[in-house]
């Protein structure tokens, strides 16, 4: 009978003893002839191969609230004291190889060896994209930080860094990442693997910061679904002062809907959580999907005056961009 390698735990709503899912939305796995009927239809936009970055050299410490934008889904979030990474990849390549797979057109808005004192590493999810080894194993060599991570993904971390100090938590836990700081795992509808052989083993999810200076949300990466979810977080969290929504990787929306939101679902999810601010993540340094490099900029714009929303109010963040939030 088939196991979990990453996780052992008893069957919830969202897990059935070997496998998590998203209640009630609609399945996100994608069979070989999906993938090949995306490909050759040859719809992909030419990116460039390179844009050009400037890196920003970042405080060792700040007391109120700066986020800079390292790229994809990777950024540093300065916070009452305290510096915390999400989704860290300073690698060329998302991929499991170094040979092959999504290469960085952006360079990394920090140099790696320019990053302050790391106390902190939040993973939202095992793809390559988001969890990428090689630069977890330097982290831990150089800052050895706290990481806290979704069920099933700190086995996934320990296989490759044994001395990785994890907090783990399924959807809703709060975890204490600092005296003062928590981070509750919010739910997300996506899925997550690394080989073919263990979709869904690991759990998927956001990170809901709550801090001195504010609260701060990580969506991770999700779908829109039915909305529910962002109702939930809404009324159980409350309103961030700043959210980090992905608005990029969407396109074909016949493929990419169940599993990535495009701008205009990543306004819906700003509009219902009530966010004070937000910045649009996860575009502009991986080719994943169909759309043209700028085209999340772009449509976050349409989208955000379609929706009478200040485009100040949410910003698609470029590599090396800092924010300070009052």
């Known amino acids: 009978m ?8 008893p069957p919830s709503d969202h897990f059935d003893g070997l496998r998590f899912f ?14 090949l009927r995306w490909k050759l239809a040859r719809g992909a936009s030419t990116w460039p191969r390179s844009v050009q970055v400037t890196a920003a050299k970042p405080d060792a410490r700040v007391d109120g609230i700066r986020i800079t934008m390292i790229g994809h889904a990777s950024l540093l979030i300065q916070v009452a004291g305290r510096n915390i990474l999400t989704d860290p990849v300073w690698s060329e390549r ?26 902190v590493v939040l993973i939202s999810h095992c793809h390559y994209d988001h969890f990428d080894v ?6 831990q060599a150089a800052h050895a930080p706290l990481f806290a991570l979704p069920l099933g993904n700190d086995t996934i971390l320990r296989a490759a860094v044994p001395d990785a100090r994890c907090v783990v938590g399924d959807w809703w836990d709060r975890l204490t990442i ?5 981070t509750t795992i919010t739910p997300a509808y996506h899925w997550a693997n690394r080989w073919p052989s263990d979709v869904r083993m690991a759990l998927w999810a956001g990170h809901w910061l709550d801090t001195p200076a504010g ?7 999700t779908a829109y679904g039915n909305g529910a979810i962002f109702g939930q977080i809404r009324e159980r969290l409350g309103a961030p002062d700043v959210a980090l929504i992905p608005i990029g990787a969407y ?12 701008p205009d679902e990543a306004v819906r999810i700003f509009t219902e959580v009530d966010a004070r601010r937000a910045l649009g993540i996860h575009w502009g340094t991986f080719q994943l999907t169909d759309e043209a490099r700028d085209a999340p900029q772009t449509a976050l714009a349409e989208a955000l005056s379609a929706a009478a ?6 910003i698609a963040a470029p590599a090396g961009g800092v924010f300070d939030f009052a």
């Open 178 to 182: 600092h005296d003062d700081i928590t």
């Open 2 to 9: 088939p196991q979990n390698r990453y996780y052992q735990g």
């Open 134 to 139: 090689a630069t977890l194993r330097r982290l």
């Open 215 to 221: 609260a701060i949300w990580f969506t991770g990466d």
């Open 22 to 35: 998203n209640p009630g939305q609609a399945p996100t796995d994608h069979g070989l002839g999906d993938v």
């Open 94 to 119: 998302a991929s499991p190889v170094a040979f092959a797979g999504p290469r960085r057109v952006a360079a990394p808005g920090i140099a790696f060896d320019d990053l302050p004192p790391i106390d």
């Open 309 to 314: 929303i200040a485009p100040d109010r949410f």
């Open 251 to 262: 396109a074909p929306r016949w493929f990419m809907a169940g599993q990535h939101v495009d």
